[in-house]
């Protein structure tokens, strides 16, 4: 059974699921290096990830695929999501942008336009703005 399987918070299930998807996506290319590794432990920290479920997460036959829903508002909702949890301490990264960014494309973005996606985003977060305005914003 997944980790995930185990938790019927749903905002606790959301936050793993996004922590697992961005483990999943440092660990493309087959390894974590020291500063993919830095930007993880900020986001479990950011998402209130346990010691049990990074270890969880982090080992190597656990891969959590990054579902994408067909939906442009479902992908909207999920990236509004996790900059919902980014900037909980009202700040985020220059590093932690690209993994962002990586999140994005994993989601079903266009990679073309996922730095204007992210960077309008990022200004939009700024404000803290409730979903129905962010996707307002995002779809003109």
Do not use: C, W
Request: zero cysteines; glycine letters at 4%.
């Amino acid at each position: 059974m997944p980790i995930i399987d185990l938790y019927k918070n749903s905002e606790s299930r959301r936050n793993l699921a996004h922590f697992a998807a961005m483990a999943s996506l440092a660990a493309v290319d087959g390894e974590i290096n020291p500063e993919e590794k830095a930007i993880l432990d900020r986001f479990a920290d950011k998402l209130s990830i346990t010691d049990a479920e990074y270890k969880e997460v982090m080992k190597k036959e656990n891969k959590y695929p990054i579902e994408s829903p067909l939906d442009m508002e479902e992908r909207l909702k999920r990236l509004h999501d996790f900059f919902t949890i980014i900037f909980a301490d009202n700040d985020i990264e220059g590093d932690q942008i690209g993994m962002v960014e990586r999140y994005a494309i994993g989601l079903g973005f266009p990679s073309n336009k996922v730095s204007e996606l992210v960077e309008k985003s990022t200004n939009i977060f700024r404000g803290r703005i409730p979903f129905e305005d962010y996707l307002y914003l995002m779809e003109k």
